[in-house]
């Protein structure tokens, strides 16, 4: 597959879009449904053809660059003992699947075919010819399915002036609606006051740390097909006007009269802490979020606003971080709800990699039974880390913002997990490029493979760590 033709067709990738039976073909070395060409999550290659495809396994192609990816890394193939490689010309075997992850974790450009019923997130299942392999990979108990999740929303300041210029309060949300609209279940971070009657900065004040939108930016949510959204941040209600709990109760109002769910803050510690929850297929996921910035009360720091607007038995605000508590609301979660997702709103602006407290918070959400945990806000992205084999997310990045200072905090990505049941047996990270100061855009190829060898790059300093 041609780069332009790996752009283009990511957004098919979604349920009730692919199927299966495009795989089901065996003769010409095409895979068959039930199997799946694996490569490491490094490579930056997804999809390919059915030429590629038979090219990878009778041997003619002895680099990925030969047929799409970015980067010109050698092919090595790899048999799994005990899977049959379809034919595969291979050159080595290794004892099982635990052995093959290490495999490509040392070589990205390895390649395996394994049955589609033992990949997890450890590997990449190559689509081809538009089908995703992992569509076949569920049952009836347990469905394959897709969520996503964006990081920092912030269509105000210098985004909202672009809105307003354009007339356009779909704007932000134009070019990515396709992909996030196809997902089962989208969310993200809402940081942005919603109101029609607190008057935003003026241009001569882009500046400002005082983000409000009018509400029709809800038909940008909706648009998108946003579940829902997270108030747990440190801009739903601290701001430089001093309008705070003001803007808080007109975003609650807004949302709730546009019909967007949302969690992570409310009316007083109940509402703040309890959980979305949403049914996907049979599966029920629940999403609770927590405010590390401006509730942050366990771990106060520089990467801290020196103000605590956390919510309390008979007071407004934000979910606080206090880890006792959120650890305990997580295994109550977990003994009533398939699927359960902490999304952390923490960590010290502008770096690379997520604090240590905060990957080790993230690691006994997990231990407290969480199926993964997701970080916002420092405004770059931060990589990722596997976690007794549990993918974690750390720093999704901006997604609406008008920080276009640097490569870092004008990109960041959707995040695509695949579902088996209650189990994440794959994920994509879809870069986004932001332009106009507010609307983002999915990255060509050739971008996608520079923004993942950042994302290593992070991973790789939380895994000495």
């Known amino acids: 597959m041609t780069g332009a033709g790996l752009a283009a067709s990511s957004a098919l990738m979604r349920p009730g879009v692919i199927g299966a039976s495009a795989l089901a073909r065996q003769d010409g070395g095409i895979v068959p449904s039930d199997m799946a060409l694996v490569t490491s999550p490094r490579l930056p290659l997804w999809e390919i053809t059915g030429d590629a495809a038979t090219r990878i396994l009778d041997g003619s192609a002895g ?58 997130s450890r590997v990449s299942a190559l689509s081809i010819d538009g089908a995703d392999p992992l569509a076949a990979a569920g049952t009836d108990d347990d469905p394959v399915f897709h969520v996503g999740a964006v990081g920092d929303m912030i269509p105000g300041r210098n985004a909202n002036i672009h809105i307003r210029g354009y007339d356009d309060y779909l704007f932000p949300y134009r070019r990515t609606a396709p992909l996030l609209s196809g997902f089962d279940f989208t969310f993200g971070d809402w940081e942005c006051v919603i109101s029609d009657t607190i008057p935003p900065p003026e241009d001569t004040e882009p500046n400002a740390l005082d983000f409000v939108v009018a509400s029709p ?55 703040a802490r309890a959980p979305f929850v949403g049914t996907v297929g049979n599966k029920t996921i629940a999403l609770i979020g927590i405010d590390g910035v401006t509730a942050n009360v366990d771990y106060p720091g520089v990467w801290a606003v020196p103000v605590n607007v956390g919510a309390t038995a008979s007071e407004p605000g934000t979910n606080p971080l206090i880890e006792k508590q959120i650890l305990s609301d997580i ?30 918070l993230c690691r006994k959400t997990i231990d407290a039974g969480a199926t993964t945990a997701l970080t916002s806000h420092p405004h770059m992205t931060q990589g990722m880390e596997w976690y007794k084999n549990t993918p974690l997310f750390f720093g999704l990045g901006n997604f609406i913002y008008d920080q276009m200072f640097t490569v870092d905090t004008s990109q960041g990505h959707i995040l695509d ?28 190829p050739d971008e996608q493979a520079a923004f993942m060898d950042r994302q290593w790059r992070s991973h790789d300093v939380t895994a000495r760590r």
């Open 63 to 120: 680099s990925w660059a030969e047929i799409g990816c970015p980067l010109p890394v050698t092919i090595r193939r790899v048999a799994v003992d005990g899977v049959d490689p379809l034919g595969m010309s291979t050159e080595e075997t290794v004892a099982g699947y635990e052995a093959l992850v290490l495999a490509l974790e040392e070589a990205p450009g390895t390649v395996a075919v394994m049955p589609v019923s033992n990949v997890d």
């Open 217 to 271: 930016i809800i038909d940008g949510l909706k648009l998108a097909g946003f579940d829902a959204v997270s108030l747990a941040n440190n801009h739903s209600v601290y701001n430089g006007s001093g309008w705070g709990f003001d803007g808080f109760f007109d975003t609650l109002d807004a949302l709730d009269g546009g019909g967007i769910p949302r969690f992570g803050a409310g009316m007083d510690l109940d509402e």
């Open 417 to 444: 997990l695949t579902f088996r049941g209650s189990e994440i047996i794959g994920f994509r990270m879809h870069g986004i490029q932001i332009e106009d100061f507010t609307q983002p855009r999915l990255l060509g």
């Open 331 to 360: 295994e109550s979660l977990a003994s009533q709800y398939d699927i359960v997702i902490p999304f952390f709103h923490m960590g010290e602006q502008y770096r690379w990699s997520l604090s240590s407290w905060a990957v080790e």
